[in-house]
């Protein structure tokens, strides 16, 4: 699973090194064009040069919770995983300030949910995806449309997260929570009950094969 949103991404612009100045850009960048440029590179799957931008981002605003997240995607996308939760965090605490929309939240919440998952803290993981999907609209959740045009980031994989999270923690009641709210959103019925972990072990791997995004 955590392969799957790994790869999602990176497009083109910056050529610098974390803290230079873009070659050709405005002496004056704000937080919002680096970040902007962050994505693009992460887009295009150029991680040195997102982490330059959103590095730049943060020399402008250091409270601005889209670099932050965006530093976090591109960390969890380089598998540094816990530079990558440090990063989470810090954008948890910034963006719970009025004014951070809500699809960078969600970015947020759901790029913690995927770390903490990626190094085994089920509980936390849990915490941060359950949060998203009871405060954050996460059952409705695509990611940032401008770092995933296509759509390959939504509340199904949300919903894969949370039912490994609950599988790795032995918690069959919301493991099956999780399977049925990915079966909602295939269309198929929502009558999943548990019998033992192989069986659920199956039926995960079955759901993750089907994934729409």
Same mark, same amino acid.
């Given at each position: 699973m955590v392969k799957k949103l790994l790869p999602l991404v990176a497009a083109a612009a910056i050529i610098v090194s974390l803290g230079c100045e873009k070659e050709g850009a405005p002496e004056e960048w704000s937080q919002a064009d680096w970040t902007n440029a962050g994505w693009e590179?992460?887009?295009?799957? +150029?991680? &040195?040069? $997102?982490?330059?931008?959103?590095?730049?981002?943060?020399?402008v605003d250091p409270y601005y919770a889209e670099a932050h997240a965006g530093m976090g995607w591109t960390l969890l996308r380089t598998q +540094?995983? &816990?530079? $990558?939760?440090g990063a989470f965090e810090t954008a948890v605490l910034i963006g719970e300030q009025a004014g951070t929309r809500l699809e960078v939240r969600q970015a947020i919440y759901m790029g913690a949910a995927t770390a903490y998952e990626a190094c085994d803290e089920y509980?936390?993981?849990?915490?941060?995806g359950r949060h998203m999907v009871n405060n954050l609209d996460g059952d409705n959740f695509k990611f940032l449309k401008k770092a995933d045009p296509e759509g390959h980031i939504t509340g199904y994989d949300l919903y894969i997260v949370l039912a490994l999270d609950y599988y790795g923690l032995?918690?069959?009641?919301?493991?099956?929570?999780?399977i049925n709210r990915m079966r909602r959103k295939i269309k198929e019925p929502t009558t999943y009950k548990f019998k033992n972990w192989k069986e659920t072990t199956a039926e995960i791997e079955r759901l993750i094969a089907k994934d729409p995004s």
């Open positions: 590179s992460w887009v295009q799957g +150029n991680y &040195e040069a $997102a982490e330059s931008g959103f590095g730049n981002a943060l020399k +540094n995983i &816990e530079d $990558a939760v509980k936390l993981s849990a915490a941060r032995g918690d069959a009641g919301d493991c099956v929570w999780a």
